[in-house]
């Protein structure tokens, strides 16, 4: 035991007088080489410490100057700004589905690994509308054919649980997404980029089967389909909307005026609205019916929505007949065999059979005849009434009001009514001499109402 003990001090001694030699070695050569070389002397100390080394986390937790941080800052808002120029310098004006195409094959062959695909499509998304291919299948397509291929798709069970990916899908899925909103059916070229993108185990692609189921069950759904390209003449278009309303087969469409240009004895240009109006039999032989004692109304304008288009219909109608003046008509029962309009059967009722409750109808009145104009004024409808009465000449007898609102003719401006119509009624002509000041007051006063009624509720909440 004690020759052992005695073997290791020795080997711990050999190692000390080793490192002090090797020491000594090294700061004679350092002493040398001080007086003649100084770069050399750079080199041997980089020599002899060359075996310190860092830590990771110490590398990580290093400073960046601000510099550098404010250049790295700009370049990536730069980045995200070019794509939005992208196309504005392409098109330079004309916005078509060419310059459209132009622009992604641009950014297609600017890099191959597409850098930056996710901002360029969510941005050409956007800019699709003002391009006019916001309904065209091959351009979603293309868009889809700036992912990268085969790079997001997941590798094993882990990573389609985990989201392989999850901006590249929700940005695919974002595309179909905006072709669900316009309608568009994907086809077999999208499936396949879809699947050569994203796999077949992933969001995008359960969107494009979720399309493909539902599309087709909803497609010819609507009874009452809207086309596409509505007509652009005004005339047509509200010979469609009015059809569209009435939804009667025997109803006859009659344009009453056709719009034009009129030069007046002093010399001023007048331009004339159109007019078209709609009236079946059924409605001339109510109006035929009507009490001449009791006013009928012109009411409007009404909005309808055709798509992305808006336009204004009025109505010819009358209040409710009074109880005293109805008269009930009896059932011809040889109108319909097949379907008869009253059944006369007397049916065994158990005592359980409860018939207290009642239903309420609220009768609003008859509906005479429809009109659309691009100019709303009392004195258009005017024109449409006395059109009327050549085939209603009941209206001769009946007096006519009218209840409008300031609802199209605000768009148009004064400028034009004026011109086309200039003696207008007194009410309108109140209205417009009506000072801002007193539309202030009446305002102010409202919201102090409001105030106080708010105040007062919360008070009763409080005490509650």
Same mark, same amino acid.
């Given at each position: 035991?004690?020759?052992?003990?005695?073997?290791?001090?020795?080997?711990?001694?050999?190692?000390?007088?080793?490192?002090?030699?090797?020491?000594?070695?090294?700061?004679?050569?350092?002493?040398?080489?001080?007086?003649?070389?100084?770069?050399?002397?750079?080199?041997?100390?980089?020599?002899?410490?060359?075996?310190?080394?860092?830590?990771?986390?110490?590398?990580?937790?290093?400073?960046?100057?601000?510099?550098?941080?404010?250049?790295?800052?700009?370049?990536?808002?730069?980045?995200?700004?070019?794509?939005?120029?992208?196309?504005?310098?392409? $098109?330079?004006?004309? %916005?078509?589905?060419?310059? #459209?195409? @132009?622009? +992604?094959? *641009?950014?297609?062959?600017?890099?191959? &690994?597409?850098?930056?695909?996710?901002?360029?499509?969510?941005?050409?998304?956007?800019?699709?509308?003002?391009?006019?291919?916001?309904?065209?299948? $091959?351009?979603?397509? %293309?868009?889809?054919?700036? #992912?990268? @291929?085969? +790079?997001? *798709?997941?590798?094993?069970?882990?990573? &389609?649980?985990?989201?392989?990916?999850?901006?590249?899908?929700?940005?695919?899925?974002?595309?179909?997404?905006?072709?669900?909103?316009?309608?568009?059916?994907?086809?077999?070229?999208?499936?396949?980029?879809?699947?050569?993108?994203?796999?077949?185990?992933?969001?995008?692609?359960?969107?494009?089967?979720?399309?493909?189921?539902?599309?087709?069950?909803?497609?010819?759904?609507?009874?009452?389909?809207?086309?596409?390209?509505?007509?652009?003449?005004?005339?047509?278009?509200?010979?469609?909307?009015?059809?569209?309303?009435?939804?009667?087969?025997?109803?006859?469409?009659?344009?009453?005026?056709?719009?034009?240009?009129?030069?007046?004895?002093?010399?001023?240009?007048?331009?004339?609205?159109?007019?078209?109006?709609?009236?079946?039999?059924?409605?001339?032989?109510?109006?035929?019916?009507?009490?001449?004692?009791?006013?009928?109304?012109?009411?409007?304008?009404?909005?309808?929505?055709?798509?992305?288009?808006?336009?204004?219909?009025?109505?010819?109608?009358?209040?409710?007949?009074?109880?005293?003046?109805?008269?009930?008509?009896?059932?011809?029962?040889?109108?319909?065999?097949?379907?008869?309009?009253?059944?006369?059967?007397?049916?065994?009722?158990?005592?359980?059979?409860?018939?207290?409750?009642?239903?309420?109808?609220?009768?609003?009145?008859?509906?005479?005849?429809?009109?659309?104009?691009?100019?709303?004024?009392?004195?258009?409808?005017?024109?449409?009434?006395?059109?009327?009465?050549?085939?209603?000449?009941?209206?001769?007898?009946?007096?006519?009001?009218?209840?409008?609102?300031?609802?199209?003719?605000?768009?148009?401006?004064?400028?034009?009514?004026?011109?086309?119509?200039?003696?207008?009624?007194?009410?309108?002509?109140?209205?417009?001499?009506?000072?801002?000041?007193?539309?202030?007051?009446?305002?102010?006063?409202?919201?102090?109402?409001?105030?106080?009624?708010?105040?007062?509720?919360?008070?009763?909440?409080?005490?509650?």
């Amino acid at each position: 035991m004690k020759c052992a003990r005695c073997l290791l001090q020795l080997q711990c001694l050999r190692l000390v007088n080793q490192s002090a030699r090797s020491a000594a070695q090294h700061g004679i050569v350092l002493q040398s080489v001080s007086s003649s070389q100084p770069s050399v002397l750079n080199n041997i100390q980089h020599q002899v410490l060359r075996h310190f080394h860092t830590s990771p986390a110490l590398a990580k937790s290093q400073r960046v100057p601000t510099e550098f941080v404010n250049k790295d800052n700009n370049k990536k808002d730069k980045s995200l700004i070019t794509h939005d120029d992208l196309f504005e310098k392409v $098109a330079k004006g004309a %916005k078509t589905k060419a310059t #459209f195409n @132009k622009v +992604v094959d *641009v950014f297609i062959k600017a890099d191959i &690994r597409r850098r930056g695909h996710v901002e360029f499509i969510y941005a050409a998304l956007k800019k699709m509308q003002e391009f006019g291919v916001e309904r065209d299948l $091959a351009v979603y397509n %293309k868009l889809l054919d700036v #992912f990268p @291929k085969e +790079v997001f *798709v997941p590798r094993n069970f882990i990573q &389609r649980m985990f989201n392989h990916y999850p901006r590249q899908q929700e940005c695919g899925v974002q595309v179909l997404e905006q072709m669900e909103n316009y309608g568009i059916m994907p086809n077999i070229e999208t499936k396949v980029l879809l699947v050569q993108i994203f796999g077949e185990k992933s969001h995008p692609m359960r969107k494009y089967q979720r399309i493909m189921y539902w599309f087709p069950k909803f497609k010819h759904i609507n009874p009452f389909p809207v086309p596409q390209l509505l007509p652009e003449d005004p005339v047509d278009l509200a010979h469609f909307s009015l059809t569209r309303i009435a939804n009667n087969l025997d109803a006859k469409v009659t344009v009453h005026q056709l719009p034009c240009t009129d030069v007046t004895e002093s010399g001023e240009e007048v331009t004339l609205p159109y007019i078209v109006g709609i009236q079946s039999p059924s409605q001339m032989e109510l109006l035929a019916q009507h009490n001449p004692s009791r006013p009928v109304f012109v009411e409007g304008p009404f909005p309808l929505w055709l798509r992305s288009t808006c336009v204004h219909y009025y109505i010819l109608r009358a209040d409710p007949t009074p109880l005293d003046e109805k008269v009930e008509e009896p059932y011809d029962p040889e109108r319909s065999l097949c379907y008869p309009l009253q059944l006369d059967l007397d049916f065994g009722r158990d005592f359980g059979d409860d018939e207290s409750f009642d239903v309420e109808d609220l009768d609003e009145g008859p509906v005479f005849a429809m009109c659309m104009t691009n100019q709303g004024d009392q004195a258009t409808l005017n024109q449409w009434i006395s059109s009327l009465q050549q085939s209603n000449p009941i209206l001769g007898q009946v007096p006519t009001l009218f209840r409008l609102d300031v609802g199209p003719r605000e768009l148009q401006g004064p400028d034009s009514t004026d011109s086309g119509h200039p003696h207008r009624p007194e009410a309108e002509t109140q209205k417009e001499d009506s000072h801002p000041e007193e539309e202030s007051k009446v305002i102010e006063e409202e919201e102090q109402k409001r105030r106080q009624g708010m105040k007062q509720f919360t008070t009763v909440r409080q005490c509650g």
